[in-house]
């Protein structure tokens, strides 16, 4: 057998803390706010608008993974380097401290605090800044706590993957199997856009998860664990990455359906909430009264917490790359401050400020992900992978300037453009161009 063999294998158990952490990663903040709230909006059209969200929600960040790993963790190499390296920054800004970190403070604190204050809204100002006592106190303690955890990034697969996540998969499971026994009200009629087109609602309400984008750090990022455990063989990484994000995909999947469906049914509960979380916190009190809250308290602070160390530890790791002066701890000491400080922007305002900033830089995510699955079968990769992502990259931006409600008119004529998904079809058109030419015409293209 030799010691290589066994040094590229991994017990099973090793193999499902490797899946749990990946879905603990990935069950943050958003995964348990959005689901409720577009279930309740979607009403009767539920089916479609969840199909519509499994998609960018489950399939896209599952298909990621497996790119990633099909790329040795080098998903960008054949962009241009400076395109890259501002690609790969503008992602792990987004999921690093702009949005998706303070995020998982925000929700932590909205949903597994926030309810049990008596007084929740004493605010106090500074520098003309209102800030809420509360939410300032909780967050810079949540984020010290990440802090600490991220500062000693060996041991994140034992405590994440071994001792958090089970916990939180109980708990989960307890919540579903409640929404299916206890169901709340008859589902009501659908609103807004799920009236007309609930699919591609459900498929931009997907985007807001951030999973795609995570998913490309993860991959990076699971591969360095299972270095780590001694899985050298390239072949045996993308095994196990593939076996970490089916595990984590079918973990998913279950709690967005369950959580899709509390929302649906949640009807008065729901009235007058500006967020899933609102909806969640709602429900498990009238079911369940103060245990049933502590326990959701538990399970959104867990969920939130090793998303937060998860997102601190590879931005951390990413930016001490990129300037190799900088310490990762001074990173991850850096970072976690900023998160502290965006958090207390609020959640609603967070949420809405992030929706163009996704808009326009999903398209060039799932780009990249297709071209990456198709770089065989380019006559010329470097050029197809250029060109597409441009190209993505153009149209995103005139869905994301859409979407922060400048006046794009002019592109109306174009197909799912009103949908918020100009982007699809001229994306796709370049990858079938760059698919159909030859070498000749490619040559003959540059010169």
């Known amino acids: 057998m030799g010691h290589k063999v066994q040094n590229n294998q991994m017990s099973i158990a090793d193999t499902l803390g490797l899946g ?10 958003g995964n348990l706010i959005f689901p409720p709230l577009a279930g309740f909006l979607a009403g009767e059209n539920m089916t479609l608008a969840m199909f519509g969200f499994l998609v960018t929600a489950v399939g896209l960040p599952l298909i990621t993974l497996i790119a990633v790993a099909k790329a040795n963790g080098k998903i960008m190499s054949l962009l241009p380097p400076i395109a890259a390296t501002a690609l790969a920054v503008a992602i792990f800004i987004i999921i690093g401290p702009a949005f998706a970190a303070p995020r998982t403070g925000l929700v932590a604190f909205e949903v597994g605090f926030k309810p049990f204050l008596d007084n929740a809204e004493a605010t106090f100002m500074i520098a003309g800044i209102t800030l809420n006592v509360a939410q300032l106190l909780y967050t810079l303690m949540f984020f010290s706590i990440s802090m600490v955890f991220a500062l000693y990034p060996g041991k ?28 709340g009200s008859p589902v009501a009629a659908a609103v807004g856009e799920y009236q007309t087109h609930p699919l591609t609602k459900g498929v931009l309400e997907g985007y807001n998860t951030m999973d795609t984008l995570a998913s490309l750090i993860f991959g990076i990022l699971i591969i360095d664990i299972l270095r780590k ?20 995909a079918g973990g998913l999947a279950f709690v967005y359906i369950a959580l899709f469906y509390l929302g649906a049914t949640a009807a008065d509960l729901a009235a007058g909430a500006e967020n899933g979380g609102v909806i969640l916190t709602n429900y498990v009190t009238h079911e369940f009264g103060t245990t049933g809250l502590v326990l959701l308290s538990t399970v959104v602070t867990l969920a939130c917490l090793t998303t937060a160390v998860g997102l601190i530890s590879a931005c951390s790791e990413f930016f001490n790359e990129l300037l190799p002066k900088i310490s990762y701890r001074r990173f991850v000491i850096i970072l976690s401050a900023i998160c502290a400080t965006i958090a207390n922007v609020g959640l609603a305002q967070l949420i809405s400020i992030s929706i163009p900033v996704l808009m326009t830089v999903y398209p060039v995510a799932i780009a990249l992900v297709a071209v990456t699955f198709l770089t065989e079968r380019f006559a010329k990769p470097e050029a197809a992978h250029r060109i597409v992502l441009s190209v993505a990259l153009f149209f995103g931006i005139i869905d994301g300037i859409k979407a922060a409600g400048v006046d794009v008119s002019a592109f109306d004529f174009m197909p799912l453009h009103a949908e918020g998904m100009a982007w699809l079809l001229p994306t796709a058109i370049t990858i079938f161009a760059c698919l159909m030419m030859k070498k000749e015409q490619v040559a003959v293209a540059v010169s």
């Open 20 to 29: 749990f952490m990946t879905f603990a990663f990935f069950l943050g903040a």
């Open 156 to 183: 994140l697969l034992d405590n994440v993957g071994k001792v958090l996540t089970p916990i939180l998969i109980l708990l989960l499971v307890g919540l579903a199997a409640s929404v299916i026994f206890l169901p």
């Open 229 to 248: 455990k001694g899985i050298t063989d390239s072949k045996a990484q993308t095994g196990y990455l593939i076996k970490a994000a089916l595990i984590a």
